[in-house]
C-alpha cells in the first residue's frame, strides 16, 4: 500500500512538473505536511543539496522520501512515479509536434502555461524565503549574497562553496 500511494502522490507532482524542479517545491511542501515522509527543515536541507549537485530536485527530493519511507523499493518507485509522466508527456508532444510542422494547438497550450509555470516558481521562491530567513545572520547573508551576485558577477560555483563555509562557519 506505501507504494502505490508513494507512487500516486509522486506522480501527481510529476505531472504539474512543466517548468522544472522549482514548480515541485511547493508540491513537495504541501507533501511535507500531508505526510511524515520528511520536514519542511529536511525539504530546505534537499533543495540547498539539490542546487549545488548534479540531478533535479524533484527527482533527489522522491528518491529521499520514497527511500526515508520504503526502503531502496519505496525510493525507486517514488522516483519512478515522478519521471513517468514527464516521459510520457514528451514523447506524446515529441510525437504531435514533429507530427505538425507549426504544432499550433500544442504550442498555443505550451504558451497558456506559461503563467501558471511563473506562479509556481514565485510561490516556491517565497516559501523558500520564508522557511530560510528566519534571523538577522540569514537575512544578511541573503542580502550581502545577492549583492556580491549582482555586482562581482563571479562563477556560480564561487557562490556555492562561499555560502557551504558561511554555513559551516556560523552552524546555520
Not at 512543466?18 to 507533501?31: K, N, Q, R, Y
Not at 541573503?142 to 562557519?169: E, T
Request: glycine share 10%; proline share 3%; aromatic share 14%.
Amino acid at each position: 500500500m506505501i507504494y502505490a500511494l508513494l507512487f500516486w502522490e509522486f506522480f501527481k507532482i510529476g505531472l504539474t512538473a512543466i517548468g522544472g524542479g522549482m514548480v515541485t517545491i511547493p508540491f513537495l511542501l504541501d507533501l511535507a505536511d500531508k505526510y511524515d515522509w520528511y520536514t519542511k527543515g529536511e525539504l530546505m536541507d534537499m533543495i540547498a543539496i539539490s542546487e549545488s549537485t548534479p540531478g533535479p530536485i524533484g527527482v533527489n527530493m522522491a528518491t529521499y522520501a520514497g527511500y526515508n519511507t520504503a526502503g531502496i523499493w519505496g525510493g525507486i518507485v517514488a522516483t519512478l512515479g515522478l519521471v513517468l509522466p514527464s516521459l510520457v508527456v514528451i514523447i506524446l508532444i515529441a510525437k504531435y509536434l514533429f507530427a505538425k510542422e507549426e504544432g499550433g494547438f500544442l504550442r498555443q497550450a505550451l504558451f497558456g502555461i506559461r503563467p501558471a509555470v511563473l506562479a509556481l516558481i514565485l510561490f516556491a521562491g517565497w516559501e523558500l524565503a520564508r522557511l530560510s530567513l528566519i534571523n538577522w545572520q540569514s537575512v544578511l547573508i541573503a542580502i550581502v549574497s545577492f549583492g556580491l551576485i549582482r555586482w562581482l558577477k563571479w562563477h556560480p560555483i564561487v557562490y556555492i562553496c562561499l555560502a557551504a563555509v558561511i554555513g559551516i562557519v556560523f552552524e546555520l
